[in-house]
């Protein structure tokens, strides 16, 4: 069993930055594509950032540009730097861990965080 813990949520201003953090334990993080997905109030879970055990990244066309998704295989962390931000982006952020393969929705992923909020004022 992989388990994931987000840290760096809160709340900024439009136009601020944000760094979340999501330390794994509990399996050989390396063999794992993780992704960060995001839930607004009354809206489906998106994944917004992605990175696959080789490093390749994918974003949400929403987010392109200002977010950045970064792994440290040897601290077994994974990241999301946020810029620009908008009160758009306002959302309870999970981190998701996938076992190898890349995962293309959220329901693919096996693994998740508990989640932290992240609101952007306008």
């Known amino acids: 069993q992989v388990q994931l813990v987000e840290s760096g949520g809160g709340l900024v201003q439009a136009g601020g930055s944000l760094r979340l953090s999501c330390a794994a334990s509990g399996g050989t993080f390396s063999n794992y594509a993780m992704g960060w997905v995001r839930q607004a109030p009354g809206k489906e879970r998106e994944v917004v950032a992605s990175?696959?055990?080789?490093?390749?990244?994918k974003y949400e066309d929403s987010v392109k540009g200002r977010f950045t998704i970064s792994r440290d295989n040897t601290k077994s962390t994974v990241y999301l730097q946020m810029n620009s931000l908008k009160p758009e982006d306002t959302a309870v952020y999970y981190c998701a861990a996938r076992y190898y393969y890349i995962a293309g929705a959220a329901y693919e992923y096996e693994y998740w965080g508990q989640g932290t909020q992240v609101t952007v004022s306008s």
């Open positions: 990175i696959t055990i080789t490093e390749r990244t």
